[in-house]
């Protein structure tokens, strides 16, 4: 690859080097592989369905952990712009009628007086317009309605982030995503001091607008809720981004003949995740929320989830620290295989070739990583990846969550595999990121860097090829001991449009 002089001054203001670039490209060249799966995860094999006994008891475990003065965070990535929240109203204000006519289109504006933000939009719509919503819509201007749900001159919903919208209404006031999860992180998440620790990854253009709205809200969460609020930003760093490709695999330049970087997706927050002082993180997305009278199932299975890793966790621990002291017996080296096996779900068909010192340190191997509990729910035609146990570069199999993107759909077993899904990832984790000597694991030494893909997009009216990093809760954490356990599909409250915003457990 041969650059320019402002090339490396763009690589240098990046903080990237000229081989990562090449690398980059390679990338390009030769594509990813796709993942071997031997089967989709399932109740029967590989994902936990726990008793209402079994619930509770994991329930007790969680609620003791924060006495023994852990620090526990919720992590909620909360970067990019909403816009494809609205993709439908953006093609309403350029289309060639005045008044609703798809259902997407009926349904807003049919139901419009029931979303949280309908005051603010009403006030925004007199300040611009000069009347309410109830006034313009009976003249038959509906765009200037959307224009002032949209747009910079009124509430500007196109380009904040779904942090900073107004979700759900309140007896207190409606509140935003954001809000929604300070209460959240208040029910299940707080430490022994009573404070409740979350991080939000944001876009450096945003950060001063969360800023603002945690410090006119946190205060009345902490008095709700009897915590103090310990709420951090980090933003994804310009060295996680990756340089666009034409359709040659070369560079691809702008019309001033820079190269063009892209964000390199979700999977670039590993860095922001490893960058936390944690013993335990929660991850789960910023748009998955529910108003507080529906947060009961949630706190319930995050309670339930917790308990579960540290369960898992403390097992661990005691195998990595029996087989440190060299003290152990046959049937105690038996134990921890069928701990592999059985509980951390891992299968090794070379097991029964190795000598013993081979065998334990095998098992040290596979003790001595990040642990992360996922819940994942009766497949209902979500969009979404799935639980699938995978063959790992090792040749172990263990359970992967994978996008339908890294299965070779061309593949008559691995289609089959995928056909027969009967559950799907909401991405609701826990993650447990120290050892046994409560040392902080580096996280981007477990990242498989061949789980990355490449997708279509456009620039200046030019087609273009992304590279998109391994993703957070898929090759990030690809060599992660992973353990999946069924929980309701009342924990799940995505919202991919605005019109999810009308459905009962939004309301």
């Known amino acids: 690859m041969i650059l320019k002089p402002g090339d ?8 990237l080097t000229e081989a990562q670039v090449e690398e980059q490209l390679n990338c390009f060249m030769r594509g990813f592989p796709f993942l071997k799966i031997k089967s989709s995860a399932s109740v029967d094999k590989g994902i936990l369905r726990l008793t209402e006994e079994e619930q509770n008891a994991y329930m007790e475990i969680w609620n003791d952990y924060p006495n023994g003065k852990r620090r526990i965070v919720k ?10 929240m609205f993709k439908d109203l953006y093609s309403f204000l350029s289309a060639s009628y005045d008044a609703p006519e798809t259902d997407f289109e009926k349904t807003f504006f049919g139901n419009i007086e029931k979303f949280a933000f309908y005051d603010a939009l009403n ?5 611009n317009e000069g009347a309410d919503i109830p006034a313009l819509t009976a003249k038959g201007l509906y765009r200037a309605v959307a224009a002032c749900l949209l747009e910079g001159k009124g509430l500007n919903y196109g380009a904040l982030p779904k942090g900073l919208l107004l979700f759900h209404r309140d007896p207190e006031g409606a509140r935003t995503a954001m809000e929604e ?40 969460y902490e008095k709700r809720f009897g915590v103090n609020c ?10 996680t981004d990756t340089v666009a490709a034409d359709g040659a695999n070369a560079p691809f330049r702008d019309l001033k003949g820079r190269l063009v970087f892209r964000p390199g997706g979700h999977g670039a927050l590993i860095q922001n995740l490893n960058g936390l002082d944690a013993d335990v993180v929660f991850i789960k997305n910023i748009d998955n929320v529910a108003p507080d009278h529906y947060k009961g199932p949630t706190v319930r299975f995050k309670k339930v989830i917790a308990g579960v890793l540290v369960s898992l966790q403390r097992r661990m621990f005691e195998y990595v620290r029996l087989i440190e ?19 951390l779900c891992i299968k090794n068909p070379e097991i ?6 081979e065998l334990v340190l095998y098992i040290k191997r596979k003790l001595m990583r990040p642990l992360r509990v996922c819940g994942m729910v009766r497949n209902v035609g979500e969009p979404g990846g799935g639980p699938f146990l995978a063959v790992n570069a090792d040749g172990t199999v263990s359970p992967q969550i994978l996008e339908s993107s890294q299965i070779d759909r061309k593949d008559a077993d691995a289609e089959k595999a995928f056909k027969q899904g009967s559950h799907f990832n909401p991405v609701d984790l826990v993650c447990a990121l120290k050892d046994a000597h409560g040392r902080k694991y580096h996280l981007p030494d477990f990242v498989d860097r061949n789980t990355g893909f490449i997708s279509q997009k456009s620039k200046d009216g030019r087609e273009l090829k992304a590279l998109e990093l391994p993703g957070l809760w898929n090759g990030a954490m690809s060599d992660w001991n992973t353990v ?24």
Not at 8 to 15: I, Y
Not at 75 to 84: E, N, Q, T
Not at 330 to 341: A, G, K, R, T, W
């Open 325 to 343: 002291s060299g003290d152990y017996t046959h049937e105690q080296v038996e134990e921890m295989i069928h701990f592999l096996q059985d509980r």
């Open 8 to 15: 490396l001054l763009q690589l240098k203001s990046r903080n």
């Open 484 to 507: 999946f356990v069924e929980v309701p599909i009342e924990t799940f409250h995505p919202v991919k449009t605005v019109n999810d915003l009308l459905r009962p457990r939004h309301r």
């Open 75 to 84: 992590f909620v990535p909360a970067s990019g712009a909403a816009s494809r």
């Open 230 to 239: 310990n709420v951090s930003f980090s933003t994804q760093q310009p060295d």
């Open 123 to 127: 006030d925004a719509c007199r300040t």
């Open 181 to 220: 999860h300070l209460a959240e992180g208040a029910l299940y998440a707080k430490n022994a001091e009573n404070s409740v620790a979350v991080h939000f990854t944001v876009s450096p253009e945003h950060l001063p607008l969360f800023r603002k709205l945690v410090e006119e809200k946190a205060p009345a």
């Open 352 to 357: 029964k070739y190795l000598e013993d010192v």
